[in-house]
Every structure is written in structure tokens, then in C-alpha cells.
């Protein structure tokens, strides 16, 4: 469900008219009333959420949603009180569902004509430099002092003894104590989400958070969007480099390193201690264990188990892949003496 904070809430709609929408054959209890979207596992019975496959399978087997989006050729059957809707495309349905319940999901809104709304809360001794931006219920902390130019959209809660550089953008977060954030970070954008077909892409409407829990470092330029339904997280203690794209919905775990131009798709679970060097990239639903270690430019495509050090694309254990780097080189110079 989306947080109200940040998301206002047009519903509830009929089934019928959602279906409608989102073209989809509305079933036999087509009157029903849908009060809010969600996902799988956070769903309960006056919920719409939706099913896309495998991978959410034992998910879908124990969800509390009252309804839910399913292919027309899903054969599993919806759990006890869930009402199943079949449709051509699960993400094109629930883009159009999601659009119809929070129409303005994209960027933060602004409407205000001052700079700092009526109803922000700055916290004792906090510092405000010239040009900076409160929307409406922005809590700042004691002592947190933000830079020029920087805006603060509507809901955002920036804990105590922050420290937030010049031209800073945060929308849909919730910030901890003892944070760096420095200039030009984007903390909260929407995600890269899409339902795309021959006829195109659709943008899937971002309706999660971002959570950054306390004494995290944030470099220069570095992007971290929300989460789709749920939450992007950055654990305690991680220190992220400049120029460093985090993607919707990935969790990151405690004391992390993540070195510049390091990219992580969405959906991604970081451990804690992980250290990642330069332009790292990491495939979306990726899984890495506590403590891995991962050399620059690692390419990572599937699951890597913690406490190792890996390199090379797609990654592995930096050893063997140090002898295919060899075995390459020695390759390479017979040809050599082969054409000389």
C-alpha cells in the first residue's frame, strides 16, 4: 500500500470499473468494492495486488488479497478468498489500476507559493541556507543543516545531525540521523519501471518509498529511486560513492561500500559488509550474501554466497577467474608468434 505521506488515494473503485480500465473481464462479484493496491505479501482482503509468475509463486500461495491479477494462462489456482481476474498482460493491467487509484504518482507536486509550507516542523538549532525548498509536513531534525538549493518534497522526515549538500532533490523518504548526503544527490525518483509491448512502453506508477537509516554516506550525483510498491533501503552504517545508481526496490544491507559508477538494478538484496568496487553492475533480483567482495567492473547476472572475493562478467570467484584471464593471455600470444 502506498504511503499517505507521500500518495493520496483516490478509491475505492468498484472491481468492475478497475477492470474496465484496465481491460480486463470483470468477474461474476463485479460490484465489489477495491479500496487500495498492493503487493503479494503486504495485501488484504479489500486489496488489489497482482501475480506475474514463477518467481512469486509461494508469495501468491499465501497472499491476503481480495483480488488479483493473473495471465490468462495461469493454472494456479487464486488462494482461499482471493478472487482471481485473468487479463493479456498482468503489467499493463495493474499500471492502469495503479494510474486510476494515484493519478499523481510521479513527481512531487508543488502548488505552494513559499518557499518553506506553513505546516514543515525544522527541528531546534537546524540550519537553512538560502533557496532551500519545504513542502507541506516536512519534518526536519535538531541540528540538521541543508545546503542552498536543495528541495524537500511533501512528507519527506530527515532525522537529527544531518548533513544535506547544495542542489539535493528528495522526495517519498524517510532519512535517519547522522546522514551525508552530498551535493546534486536525487534520493526518491521514480523507478525504471515499465509494461512494454509492440505497441510500446508504459510507465508501471512508482508508489513505494525510500528508507535510509542512520549514519549513511551518499556521494555527489547519486541517484536511488523509490520502490515500486514496497521500499528501496539502504542499511546503517553504508557509504555509497558518487555517481551511483540504486534501482527500486533493492535493499541494501548494513556497512556496505559501494564505489562510484557502480549501477544496481531493481529488486536486488545486498548483504551487509558488501563492498563493491567501480562501475560494478548488478542484473535486477540479484542476491548477494554478507561480506562479498566484488572487484571493479564484476558484471553480476545471478546469486554470489557471501564472504568471497569475485571479478569478471558475469562473475566468479576472482581466482578462477584470474586463471581464465591468463589462459586468455596465453592464447593470445601464440597466436601472436603463429603470425610473426
Known sequence: MADPRFYDNKGPFSLKRICEVAGAGAPADGDALVHDIASLDGAGPAHLSFFTGAG?????????????????????AAPQGCVAVPCASVQHAFAAAATLFYPQSGL????????????????EDAVLAPGV??????????????????????????????????????????????????????IGGPGFGFASSSKGHVKIPQLGRVIVQDRVEI????????????????????????????????????????????????????????????????????????????????????????????????????????REMAAVKMLAQRDNKKKT
Open 56 to 76: 512469486a509463486a509461494e508469495q501468491f500461495a499465501s497472499t491476503q488479497a481480495g483480488f488479483c491479477f493473473v495471465s490468462k494462462n495461469e493454472k494456479r
Open 108 to 123: 512531487a507536486q508543488w502548488a505552494q507559493a513559499e518557499a518553506i509550507h506553513s505546516t514543515a516542523r525544522i527541528g
Open 219 to 322: 556521494g555527489l550525483c547519486t541517484a536511488i529511486d523509490r520502490g515500486a510498491l514496497g521500499d528501496t533501503v539502504v542499511g546503517e552504517g553504508t557509504k555509497i560513492d558518487n555517481l551511483v545508481q540504486i534501482g527500486h526496490n533493492t535493499k541494501i544491507g548494513r556497512h556496505a561500500v559501494i564505489a562510484g559508477h557502480a549501477g544496481i538494478a531493481g529488486s536486488c538484496e545486498i548483504g551487509d559488509f558488501v563492498i563493491m568496487g567501480g562501475q560494478v553492475g548488478i542484473a535486477d533480483h540479484v542476491r548477494i550474501g554478507d561480506g562479498a567482495r566484488l572487484a571493479a567492473r564484476a558484471g553480476i547476472i545471478g546469486y554470489l554466497p557471501g564472504g568471497q572475493d569475485y571479478g569478471g562478467m558475469p562473475a566468479k570467484p576472482i581466482r578462477e577467474w584470474a
Open 133 to 186: 525548498v519545504l513542502g507541506p509536513d516536512v519534518e526536519i531534525g535538531a541540528r540538521t543543516r541543508i545546503g542552498p538549493n536543495t528541495v524537500i518534497a511533501r512528507g519527506v522526515a530527515i532525522g537529527r545531525d544531518c548533513e544535506i549538500g547544495s542542489n539535493v532533490s528528495i522526495s517519498h523518504a524517510y532519512i535517519g540521523d547522522e546522514i551525508l548526503i552530498l551535493p546534486g544527490a536525487q
